[in-house]
């Protein structure tokens, strides 16, 4: 039978001594953390007692315990740490389950990646540059080389063509520039425009009041846009007629879904196809409610028929439009942590709450 060494045989650690013993330095120095952690001096001596303990009682390895102490390394706040550290050695486990606790318990953070840019040797006459850097500044080149290409040829070509004319001739990558957008509950709206809500009144310097609404209608107009939307049905209609949706349902609709719909695509809803949910050839009126952005690629798969599902189709599911597979199960998109319509009507009392909506790219808050 195997006798794993726990940690009470590290009590008189002495690193010189391990490292004489021949232990190779990593090892050395894995024990001498740990050595650190259950009987160097800590401010919390009582939990740092009640680790020690149930280390030992638990008779968790040597290797387990440095499986712990190098997942919690990220853990910044000592209390946090020796908290998830108590939790892990609650119960004696197998290294399999402590692994898969660890992971169920301890946050994952993930490091960004190291800002720069990067060239390779040449490879039959090419080479390779990657470039990473503040998501803003790429989201503003992808928008700008990828703007009028051609649809039916291959993109990263055309990409590459755009990219080279904008470094030797263009005249620079402009900024998106945020345009706020303040989304209302309209129960709410309909109250404030009808002049008997709870809207709120401004002192103004020169002696008189305006109201909140009367303020935003007068003096921004132009930059803050006033969105209705409804509860169930999402962004209110304002036209039927038209082929073709208008400047102001497609800044709704991408209002509604602020990035392509369809599980894993990272596409922005403003470098999005605005998408008939049911199909203008099968009557689908170009109404706010019939209204998706979908990125190029997935507007291409989309089951326009849905008698004949075969790669999955986008439908309005109370008032989001909604990525639905084949055999029928509705699944999100998570890629962007923000949908205002759950931010507006999550809440019991809905609040105006205000979302700035970038020119280009990907909306976000
Ligand atoms: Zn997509």
Redesign the pocket.
């Known amino acids: 039978m195997l006798n794993a060494h726990t940690i009470d045989t590290l009590a008189d650690f002495s690193r010189n001594d391990a490292l004489a013993a021949g232990f190779s330095t990593a090892k050395v120095n894995q024990w001498q953390h740990l050595h650190d952690v259950y009987y160097g001096p800590a401010k919390a001596n009582k939990q740092r007692a009640k680790a020690l303990r149930r280390a030992s009682e638990g008779r968790f390895s040597l290797d387990q315990l440095t499986l712990i102490e190098n997942a919690l390394k990220p853990v910044a706040n000592p209390a946090a740490r020796m908290r998830l550290r108590l939790r892990l050695l609650a119960t004696a486990m197998n290294y399999k389950a402590l692994r898969a606790l660890i992971k169920q318990l301890v946050p994952k953070t993930t490091t960004a990646p190291k800002k720069g840019v990067r060239f390779t040797a040449s490879r039959n006459r090419t080479r390779t540059m990657t470039v990473t850097a503040d998501e803003r500044d790429i989201a503003d080149i992808e928008h700008l080389i990828s703007r009028d290409i051609d649809p039916d040829r291959p993109a990263s070509g055309q990409f590459l063509d755009n990219f080279l004319t904008t470094l030797r001739d263009g005249v620079g990558v402009p900024r998106a520039v945020p345009r706020p957008l303040l989304l209302i509950p309209l129960p709410d709206y309909t109250r404030i425009v009808a002049g008997d809500g709870d809207d709120i009144t401004l002192g103004l310097t020169d002696g008189t009041t305006m109201t909140g609404a009367e303020y935003l209608t007068k003096h921004h107009a132009d930059t803050i846009e006033v969105a209705a939307f409804h509860p169930q049905h999402g962004p209110v209609n304002l036209y039927r007629t038209e082929r073709f949706a208008n400047k102001k349902q497609r800044d709704l609709a991408r209002a509604a879904m602020p990035i392509?719909p369809?599980p894993g695509?990272r596409?922005g809803a403003d470098s999005?196809e605005i998408h008939h949910i049911t199909a203008w050839k099968f009557g689908g009126e170009t109404n706010l409610d019939n209204l998706a952005p979908?990125?190029r690629?997935?507007n291409g798969t989309n089951d326009d028929d849905p008698t004949n599902p075969r790669r999955g189709r986008v439908e309005n599911i109370s008032g989001t439009p909604t990525w639905v597979s084949p055999r029928g199960y509705p699944a999100e998109n998570t890629t962007h942590p923000y949908a205002p319509k759950r931010t507006l009507f999550a809440r019991s009392a809905p609040a105006p709450a205000a979302t700035v909506e970038p020119g280009h790219g990907a909306a976000s808050l």
């Open positions: 392509c369809v695509c596409h999005c979908l990125c690629y997935h």
